[in-house]
């Protein structure tokens, strides 16, 4: 299971996410990014209640870390210990800005 | 004719097993399958979700891959007993032979702009279990994964 909020304010987009970000829920933040990431210049992920993610999760966050790179900016925020661990096993945490 | 090999022969008793159709909508029936065993060990949390990572990456990739375009099963069996203090997973399937581990490892000191979109799961199971062993063996392909929990 994966609830996504979406906040807009401006050219700012925040993504809170909460419960598990896996290869079964992963294509669901997919599809919303896919949508909402036009004229977007600061994209925040809020993972405060983010539980789990797997490498489904996180070839979503590589790409649109990689679209961000050509229109603006993006930062991850409140990461779980659980989850940094695994940001720092792939190298993620080198890529990805975390706050 | 008797045959000493341990599919053969069946499981040991403390072996909890999971039988199951290789499809991806099965993926949160494996892992309420392993949670729950490893919680009856008190696995600690880090350990969990790590395992629960690296057997979402084996079985998707069963799923994915072992018997397309058709069907099949795969077999999870999960032992906490055998070494006191870790859990050790075995993935069973009859699909097309696949080592995993034969596979080259990602570059995961390269930038975003470099970095490939793939090649991330099995590198993330290695990388994180203690011991990882593949042996193809009466038609199966045989995945072995060991953790400290």
Known sequence: ?99 | MTFSGRISCGKEEHVKELKIGARIDNLDQVIAFVDENLEAADCSMKAQMQIDVAVEEIFVNIAQYAYTPKEGEAVIQLDTETVPGAAIITFIDSGIPFNPLAVEEPDVTLSAKDRKVGGLGIFMVRRSMDDVQYEYADNKNILTIKKNI
């Open chain 1, 1 to 99: 299971m994966l609830k996504i909020e979406q906040k807009a304010n401006g050219s700012e987009l925040v993504f809170a996410l909460e419960g598990r970000l896996d290869t079964t829920t992963a294509p669901q933040l997919e599809n919303e990014l896919k949508k909402s990431l036009s004229g977007v210049e600061s994209l925040i992920f809020e993972f405060e209640a983010l539980e789990y993610i797997s490498s489904a999760g996180l070839r979503v966050l590589l790409s649109s870390q990689k679209q961000m790179n050509k229109q603006g900016e993006m930062v991850i925020r409140n990461v779980r210990p659980e989850i940094m661990e695994i940001f720092d096993v792939t190298g993620f945490s080198d890529i990805l800005t975390i706050e």
